[in-house]
């Protein structure tokens, strides 16, 4: 985000030149400086055997199914964030985390930390903020996120990581043909 303003005293910012940064919006008063930083963020597979826990939140895709994500909040570590929001958002304790990689969407803010994770307990109690929440397949999870590249990527690292070897998982990737 690129502040114009101070959040602390409402002051318009100046600009100041900080050595790596280059020109940094700067509130003279505060003497703080405002950085444009992303907005870090996790997005998780949480895997059961052969199925994958898929949502529905058609505020962010309106005809696909997702993965759990949610933000790391201030003072909190991304592994935290990890269970704290499969465990929020689905009802389900997970265990075992596996990092994937980062990702990036040009033109938004979001750093996308994106993890695999094993499934330890729980029946899926889905919070309000979800519409739909519950095991699918991991055969069938490519077709039915047609919308969510991130995620689709995140999916994909997963079959190479419980060694899939079958065609059927991949018969909805039309990334691949391109
Ligand atoms: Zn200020």
Redesign the pocket.
């Known amino acids: 985000m690129k502040y114009k303003f ?6 318009e ?1 100046v600009m100041r030149n900080s050595w790596d940064e280059g020109e940094v919006p700067y ?4 003497d ?1 400086m405002y950085f444009d930083l992303p907005k870090p963020c996790v997005v998780v597979a949480v895997v059961r055997d052969s199925q994958i826990l898929l949502m529905k939140q058609s505020y962010i895709f309106k005809d696909s199914k997702v993965l759990v994500s949610g933000y790391v909040t201030t003072g909190e570590d991304v592994e935290s964030t990890v269970i704290r929001e499969v465990k929020e958002e689905t009802g389900i304790t997970v265990d075992n985390l596996k990092y994937l990689g980062s990702d990036v969407v040009l033109g938004t803010e979001l750093l996308m930390l994106t993890f695999m994770a094993d499934y330890v307990e729980g029946e899926i109690t889905k919070s309000d903020e979800v519409e739909w929440v519950d095991w699918s397949n991991i055969e069938d999870a490519l077709c039915q996120m047609q919308e969510d590249h991130v995620g689709k990527k995140v999916v994909k690292k997963v079959l190479k990581e419980i060694n899939y070897t079958g065609k059927k998982a991949y018969m909805c990737d039309i990334d691949d043909l391109k």
């Open positions: 101070c959040p602390l005293c409402g002051r910012l509130c003279p008063v505060d703080k």
